[in-house]
């Protein structure tokens, strides 16, 4: 599979059914491979690996990464079309290309054909897992939402084992009591919402511990999104790549990220 380097983390290039095929070939096998861990970096993440060292390996250590966030998208178009330009020059595509995700979203979509999001691709893989009864777990989030999450899963993908959930934190303290739980549930696929960078670290860290499972992935926010405690976008705005500003509004204590996300990410891609 084709990749590619932004801010020296490592992109697989795919849609996503190319994505769910390669998962759905991994959840199949009976041979004892060492489990994979997905990760899906995003432009404040991206930032992170660049002071964080740790995140920037285990990011790059994936089995597969996928980019989540239309800040991605523009980052690989903005990168493939400024390649070798001036300063003056690479102002002038970085001005035009941010022009072209906002008026036309499908010219930043020259390197990475859709983005796709965290949320979407957990939910395509339990769609995917339920016509075999893959059992999979739920790790992390708040109280009570991982349990509801479970519900809504259950109800749209009729079929799907999900075994357990358990809502730990990602500290030492909590590793024993997690991995009892999954080794009683045995689970092949487990989700894991503790934020990032702390999910990604934790599953590299602690994945060969726990023999059943053969994919892991780190969500995020997924779980708020899915049980319903937390509204998405409208799909008009997603597709406009303003899903960022549908959550500024949301919730505006985000606002630090959100500026992250959409001035000082590009902002560091046209320093580059």
């Given at each position: 599979?084709?990749?590619?380097?932004?801010?020296?983390?490592?992109?697989?290039v795919?849609?996503?059914?190319?994505a769910?095929?390669?998962?759905?070939?991994?959840?199949?096998?009976?041979?004892?491979?060492a489990?994979?861990?997905?990760?899906?970096?995003?432009?404040?993440?991206?930032?992170?690996?660049q002071?964080?060292?740790?995140f920037r390996?285990?990011?790059?250590?994936?089995?597969?990464?996928?980019?989540?966030?239309?800040?991605?998208?523009?980052a690989a178009?903005f990168?493939?079309?400024?390649?070798?330009?001036?300063?003056?020059m690479?102002?002038?595509?970085?001005?035009?290309?941010?022009l072209?995700?906002?008026?036309?979203?499908s010219s930043?979509?020259?390197i990475?054909?859709?983005r796709?999001?965290?949320?979407?691709?957990?939910?395509a893989?339990?769609?995917v897992?339920s016509?075999?009864?893959?059992?999979?777990?739920?790790?992390g989030?708040?109280?009570?939402?991982?349990e509801?999450?479970?519900?809504?899963?259950?109800?749209?993908?009729?079929?799907?084992?999900?075994?357990?959930?358990?809502?730990?934190?990602?500290?030492?303290?909590?590793?024993m009591a997690?991995?009892?739980?999954?080794?009683?549930?045995?689970p092949?696929?487990?989700?894991?919402?503790?934020?990032?960078?702390?999910?990604?670290?934790?599953?590299?860290?602690h994945?060969?511990?726990?023999?059943?499972v053969k994919?892991a992935?780190?969500?995020?926010?997924?779980?708020?999104?899915?049980?319903?405690?937390?509204?998405r976008?409208p799909?008009?705005?997603?597709?406009?790549?303003?899903?960022?500003?549908?959550r500024?509004i949301q919730?505006?204590?985000?606002?630090?990220?959100?500026w992250n996300?959409?001035?000082?990410?590009p902002?560091?891609?046209?320093r580059?």
């Amino acid at each position: 599979m084709k990749k590619v380097k932004i801010l020296d983390v490592q992109f697989d290039v795919c849609n996503k059914d190319e994505a769910l095929s390669r998962i759905l070939n991994l959840l199949e096998t009976r041979s004892h491979e060492a489990a994979k861990q997905i990760v899906t970096p995003n432009p404040e993440m991206l930032l992170e690996s660049q002071k964080n060292p740790l995140f920037r390996e285990t990011l790059n250590r994936a089995w597969m990464s996928i980019p989540d966030g239309a800040g991605i998208l523009w980052a690989a178009t903005f990168q493939g079309s400024s390649r070798g330009n001036g300063r003056f020059m690479r102002l002038f595509k970085a001005f035009w290309t941010l022009l072209g995700l906002i008026l036309r979203p499908s010219s930043c979509r020259k390197i990475f054909s859709e983005r796709i999001t965290g949320v979407d691709l957990m939910q395509a893989i339990c769609a995917v897992s339920s016509h075999s009864a893959t059992p999979l777990f739920l790790l992390g989030a708040a109280p009570g939402i991982a349990e509801k999450t479970k519900e809504v899963l259950e109800a749209k993908y009729p079929g799907i084992k999900i075994v357990g959930t358990f809502s730990a934190s990602p500290r030492d303290d909590d590793f024993m009591a997690i991995q009892a739980h999954i080794a009683e549930t045995r689970p092949e696929i487990l989700f894991v919402a503790y934020g990032a960078p702390a999910q990604e670290l934790w599953i590299a860290q602690h994945l060969k511990k726990l023999p059943s499972v053969k994919l892991a992935m780190g969500t995020g926010g997924a779980f708020d999104f899915i049980a319903g405690t937390k509204k998405r976008a409208p799909k008009w705005m997603q597709k406009a790549g303003l899903e960022w500003l549908f959550r500024l509004i949301q919730e505006p204590s985000r606002l630090k990220r959100i500026w992250n996300a959409t001035v000082r990410f590009p902002l560091r891609m046209i320093r580059l």
